[in-house]
Nanobody, 126 residues
Framework: QVQLVESGGGLVQAGGSLRLSCAASGRTFSSYDMGWFRQAPGKEREFVAAISWSDGRTYYTDSVKGRFTISRDNAKNTLYLRINSLKPEDTAVYYC???????????????????WGQGTQVTVSS
């Protein structure tokens, strides 16, 4: 079992930046591929980014490439999401998640993740 707690959300102006954190506890954090998802009001939860447990490979959904950076510090049991050039359409609750699935291809669907945090709200004003 892994417990995940997100932080770092808030209200920011368009063009600003945020760094979200996800603190993990429980079973060995370093053995899980990790992902970030987001969910805007009235919309389904969508995949944002993922990072592998072993070699730090990353994967992003096309809409955030170049603006979002996922990273992890296994020594601190923490996952990060750096968001630059924020846009109003980035407004959502952001969730971190852990998956026990290991493979060459990253898991990008919510159903593929086993553990979730409670989410942190990001609101971008225009």
């Amino acid at each position: 079992q892994v417990q995940l707690v997100e932080s770092g959300g808030g209200l920011v102006q368009a063009g600003g930046s945020l760094r979200l954190s996800c603190a993990a506890s429980g079973r060995t954090f370093s053995s899980y591929d990790m992902g970030w998802f987001r969910q805007a009001p009235g919309k389904e939860r969508e995949f944002v980014a993922a990072i592998s447990w072993s070699d730090g490979r990353t994967y992003y959904t096309d809409s955030v490439k170049g603006r979002f950076t996922i990273s992890r510090d296994n020594a601190k049991n923490t996952l990060y999401l750096r968001i630059n050039s924020l846009k109003p359409e980035d407004t959502a609750v952001y969730y971190c998640a852990a998956t026990t699935v290991r493979g060459v291809v990253f898991v990008t669907t919510p159903a593929g993740y086993d553990y979730w945090g409670q989410g942190t709200q990001v609101t971008v004003s225009s």
